[in-house]
């Protein structure tokens, strides 16, 4: 009788995807870099991987600063590649945007609805532990001014962001 190969083991897959990063970007209309840590929570859901994931970027380049900090919800496809995982997907992102206007001024506030993409490779370092580059853009489709001075007198703005490109 010919022998018969037994079936591959599907691999396992954690309940529970923990990350942390740093991340820069890119900052539309304010001439703006922005630099800062992003933490995520996931949950594999056979080809599917929704996550969770939190960020604060300051601004690293000349100038009054801009920060902004945000939450975002994603949902990436997954696709494998021999030991490799490359990921899709879109992005639901709100995020506050600060302004800093001087001591004497304060600062302005602005909220954010925004939706974009992502797109990163996965690569396996150890059984427990994977690097993950990605690459991930968002455009403002709401926003609404929340606080700060209206007299700006003197003062050289930067303009709140329309859109954000970023690797982590």
Known sequence: TPMTEAPRPIPHL??????AAWDGRGVGRS????MGPNVSAAVPMGRWLP???????????????LEEGSVALALQVRLPIQR??????????????IRDLGRRQGEQNQ???????????????FSWARLVIGADGDVVAVS???S?????????LRAFPT??????
């Open 14 to 19: 954690p309940r529970l995807v923990l990350g």
């Open 31 to 34: 001439g703006v870099a922005w």
């Open 51 to 65: 996550s969770i994931s939190a960020r604060y970027q300051a601004a690293v380049s000349e100038g009054p600063p």
């Open 84 to 97: 490799y995982e490359l990921r899709m997907g879109a992005v639901l992102r709100g995020a506050t945007v």
């Open 111 to 125: 909220l954010q609805g925004r939706v974009g993409g992502v797109a990163t490779l996965m690569i396996p370092v």
């Open 144 to 146: 609404r001014e929340t």
């Open 148 to 156: 700060g001075p209206t007299a700006t007198e003197g003062t050289r």
């Open 163 to 168: 859109f954000t490109l970023g690797g982590t």
